[in-house]
């Protein structure tokens, strides 16, 4: 065993389809792409509890009910990697739920209030053995035994896993509905690399229009995209940013842009969390203004907060031939 300090956890590349099942090393495993807060969770040998983020921040104090469930589910000895997340009323996820726990700093009042649950998709020790060089299916095998005398209703959760390309392919079709966000898709016979990239996502994405209202870089070479969209009242509001934009794009687009004055509705700096993430870990934003009358094609996952797309989108094409009031309000999609 080696339990020590917190651990980095595996991390998963984009791709574009769902691989077939063939296109992993002893066979695929797809999983659901939860839309929750990555964690990794030890208990030590003395049965103390640690929760901690993927940026290795402490989770103990903002979910103490996970804490508490974690120490009455899992032996003494054990570090697991899962992801916390909240279920509404609704029966969907609620990311903002997650969210209220770092912003109010409440974690006692709203674990009764929200009580979250922790999804356990792997196990790095146990039993006093590391797991961590063992196959995926191994260690799916050693997680599935660990939970198994969990009494029912519990905060912890083991992820299910499929097998079967087709029923992964339904899995992606109907589980956005309840606010997954996507698939992983692991190798049977992967082992599990600390801070490594070695897993693959898949996650859902609509094809929509955004206002260009500035851009970061420079006028000559914009290098993200800051978009907007027409609120009801009439109100333009900061929606997302792009990721960065291909050369062509880039030089396609500084031939069209103009510089706005302070008559542009958005403030000359965005301030901190503007685009998603933990609030107050980002600086504020400093752009270029531009008037907002060019709309853009834009990628966007499925994933929203606060009347924004919480991840960056991707810059698809310019719509010459849109009027910025031709572009859907708020987040709809249609």
């Known amino acids: 065993m080696r339990i020590g300090g917190p651990v980095v956890p595996m991390a998963a590349t984009a791709i574009e389809h769902i691989p077939d099942e063939r296109a992993c090393p002893g066979g695929c495993r797809y999983e659901p792409k939860w839309d929750g807060f990555r964690a990794l969770a030890i208990v030590n040998e003395a049965g103390g509890v640690r929760l901690w983020s993927r940026r290795l921040k402490p989770f103990n104090d903002a979910f103490p009910e996970v804490v508490l469930a974690l120490f009455d589910a899992l032996p003494p000895g054990t570090v697991v990697d899962g992801e916390i997340v909240r279920w509404g009323r609704d029966g969907r996820l609620d990311f903002a739920a997650l969210q209220r726990r770092h912003v109010t700093r409440r974690g006692s009042d709203l674990a009764l209030t929200e009580p979250c649950h922790y999804v356990v998709f792997d196990v790095l020790e146990a039993g006093g053995i590391d797991y961590r060089p063992k196959p995926l299916s191994e260690r799916r095998e050693a997680l599935e035994r660990l939970l198994a ?186």
């Open 149 to 334: 005398d969990v009494p029912e209703p519990s905060l912890i959760v083991l992820c299910p896993q499929l097998r079967d390309t087709g029923e992964a392919r339904l899995w992606f079709e109907i589980l956005p509905a309840q606010g997954i966000e996507g698939l992983v898709i692991k190798a049977a016979a992967g082992r599990y690399r600390e801070g490594k990239r070695g897993w693959w996502k898949v996650k859902h994405r609509t094809t929509t229009e955004a206002i260009i209202g500035g851009v970061t870089g420079t006028l000559a070479a914009p290098q993200t995209l800051i978009l907007g969209r027409y609120e009801q009242d009439g109100r333009l509001r900061v929606v997302a940013r792009s990721a960065p934009l291909p050369p062509s794009a880039a030089q396609e687009l500084a031939a069209l842009l103009r510089p706005a004055g302070d008559e542009h509705p958005w403030p000359a700096e965005l301030p901190a969390g503007w685009a998603g993430g933990m609030p107050g870990t980002e600086k504020p934003t400093p752009y270029i203004r531009v008037v907002p009358t060019l709309v853009a094609e834009i990628s966007a996952d499925a994933a929203t907060e606060h009347g924004r797309w919480r991840h960056s989108v991707r810059y698809v094409r310019l719509r010459v031939e849109m009027h910025p009031r031709q572009v859907p309000k708020d987040l709809d999609l249609e």
